[in-house]
């Protein structure tokens, strides 16, 4: 069964700062990758998605990440954080017969002035 | 302008009480889905329907129950509310419901309160 695994629940970094979260995914098939963000009282909204090809993908606002398969991993990268990107960021994977997809726990980013 | 509706934005229910939680998409899409947000589980698969159909259930209760009068619409009934349904309901949709590669797409959220 698919899973994801954000380890961290919250990570706080000061303006300018590079920016690394974490995730982790199960999947026995090919996996088509996902980053989200949620700000206050809004939904989620896509930042970047990886299906096959280069497994570096950029994303809206700066945003990157990079598919290790070796590690099942699927970190997301900025290099140097803005206040406005404090935000819940949701790794999720997708697959299956149902195509369903899962959501990690999200991780906290606090962006410190 | 969302193009993903939710009505209403806040909901206040007593604990036994029925409530309905709109959803519409103006995307064109052909997939919809339902997901929930609590403190005990971040985000949570309920739904998803296919061109009005059915397509998957990962909600055991038959409290909650989804209507799609169209094909852009799908709205969730909960009946017999308790306090632990307290939570923020996303509505969802995508384009191709048999593509992996879809994206999906969120509303707002409703934000529902049971006392």
């Known amino acids: 069964a698919q899973s994801v695994t954000q380890p961290d629940a919250r990570v706080t970094v000061s303006e300018g700062a590079s920016l690394q979260l974490r995730c982790k995914y199960s999947?026995?098939?090919?996996?088509?990758l996902f980053w989200y963000v949620q700000y206050p009282r809004q939904g989620l909204q896509l930042l970047l998605k990886?299906?096959?090809?280069?497994?570096v993908v950029q994303g809206v606002n700066g945003f990157e990440a990079e598919f290790i398969k070796s590690n099942s991993s699927f970190h997301l990268r900025k290099a140097s954080v803005h206040w406005s990107d404090s935000a819940v960021y949701f790794c999720?994977?997708?697959?299956?017969?149902?195509?369903?997809?899962?959501f990690g726990d999200g991780t906290q980013l606090v962006v410190k002035p | 302008d969302p193009k993903i509706i939710q009505k209403p934005k806040y909901l206040v229910a007593v604990t036994g009480s029925e409530k309905i939680l709109i959803c519409e998409q103006y995307?064109?899409?052909?997939?919809m889905y339902w997901y929930r947000q609590s403190a005990k589980k971040p985000l949570e698969f309920m739904f998803s329907?296919?061109?009005?159909?059915?397509?998957d259930n990962q909600t055991a209760s038959s409290r909650f129950q989804p209507q799609s009068s169209k094909k852009n619409h799908l709205d969730l009934q909960i009946t017999a509310l308790k306090p632990d349904d307290s939570a923020t309901y996303f509505c969802?949709?995508?384009?191709?419901?048999?593509?992996?590669?879809?994206?999906?797409?969120f509303g707002a959220g409703t934000r529902l309160s049971v006392l």
């Open positions: 969802a949709s995508s384009q191709n419901p048999d593509s992996s590669q879809n994206t999906l797409y």
């Open positions: 999947y026995s098939g090919t996996p088509y």
């Open positions: 990886y299906y096959s090809g280069d497994p």
């Open positions: 999720a994977v997708r697959g299956g017969s149902n195509n369903r997809i899962f």
């Open positions: 995307l064109g899409h052909n997939a």
């Open positions: 329907y296919s061109y009005q159909k059915l397509m």
